[in-house]
């Protein structure tokens, strides 16, 4: 099979590794307009490079994944569709929700396959809380924290950067996309962009904060999960999950510490699990999409929701008050 990566940056060199290293491809096809930038991959087996974009579709690839600046997702994906050829672009899907609706249009009225990019999805321990929820009961709220330090790179909002990982997530577990969002936004280390954002996200009966931010002297990437039967904890980069079942609940306690002594922390449980490299997975998973073993997990039209709830958290943190989401 032949793998089209268009885009050498930061995330598109991880794609050229992960496809490059995988069995089923033959090839991999890397197309950017910087010279140096496919200097940077052009030793990597397997890989063929080009300048042009046209000359790299010229080499009639099986599939393709966009891994250029979110600006140019839009123009790129648009053009992959037109030739017909399965594609998977990075998160988010488009810049705003008018080229992404456009877009998810143009792939089902042509039947290309069109996947998106949000790797979270395909994190190990993700898919293992999602096999395991019914253990906590009815889901009523969830906290998302993805703290990073201060970059170099201009990598947009932490909207638009990395609380979109933890929307997609949440609407992954509990099934459903959220209607309202209440947020703000601050420049703090990043004269360039917007590089901290709270939200609350407003669901059928659930309630989901997320918060993500680029100035702390941390990397911290975590989610809990609460439900009437107990709750879960994730660390999304070591992919640990443990889940805490509340059995005692229903006994009653004359003091506060016979419940710590007997309720404490509940049973633990830490399902079973192959930690695995997300960005591996979700190759695996395209490239089974793109020969017809597999459903896409994530199709265009779900990546359009992520899209909405980012945009309405940015209108929120503008206008003060709960927006809407919709796509």
């Keep these: 099979m032949k793998v089209l990566i268009v885009g050498s940056g930061s995330m598109g060199r991880n794609h050229v590794r992960v496809y490059s290293e995988n069995r089923r491809v033959d090839e991999v096809i890397v197309a950017d307009n910087s010279s140096d930038s496919l200097e940077l991959v052009r030793k990597t087996q397997k890989t ?66 069109l996947l998106a990019g949000h790797i979270e999805r395909f994190n190990p321990a993700v898919q293992a809380l999602k096999r395991n929820l019914h253990l906590i009961g009815e889901l009523f709220y969830a906290s998302a924290h993805r703290f990073g330090v201060p970059t170099q790179r201009d990598v947009g909002s932490s909207f638009v950067d990395q609380a979109v990982h933890d929307i997609d997530v949440i609407s992954f577990l509990y099934g459903k996309h959220p209607k309202e969002v209440s947020a703000i936004e601050r420049k703090i280390a990043d004269l360039k962009s917007i590089d901290l954002c709270s939200a609350i996200f407003e669901f059928d009966g659930f309630t989901a904060t997320v ?68 960005l591996r997975v979700e190759a695996n998973h395209f490239l089974d999409c793109v020969e017809g073993k597999a459903v896409p997990m994530i199709s265009g039209r779900d990546a359009l929701y992520a899209v909405a709830a980012v945009q309405a958290g940015q209108q929120s943190a503008k206008s003060g008050k709960k927006e809407k989401i919709s796509i």
Excluded: W
Aim: charged share 35%.
């Design 211 to 278: 918060e993500a931010n680029r100035v702390t002297p941390i990397k911290n990437r975590d989610l809990i999960v609460l439900g009437t039967k107990g709750a879960a904890k994730l660390d999304y980069i070591t992919q640990d999950l443990t889940i805490f079942m509340s059995d005692n609940l229903d006994t009653k306690f004359s003091t506060f510490d016979e419940i710590v002594l007997r309720v404490g922390r509940g049973t633990e449980v830490k399902p079973y699990f192959v930690k695995e490299e997300p």
């Design 48 to 113: 063929t490079t080009f300048t042009e974009l046209d000359e790299a579709l010229e080499q009639k690839p099986d599939c393709v994944v966009v891994a250029v600046p979110t600006k140019l997702h839009y123009e790129i994906s648009s053009k992959i569709v037109d030739a017909k050829i399965p594609v998977m672009v990075e998160k988010p899907i488009t810049e705003n929700l008018e080229d992404g609706r456009k877009l998810v249009e143009k792939a089902e009225k042509s039947k290309i396959l």
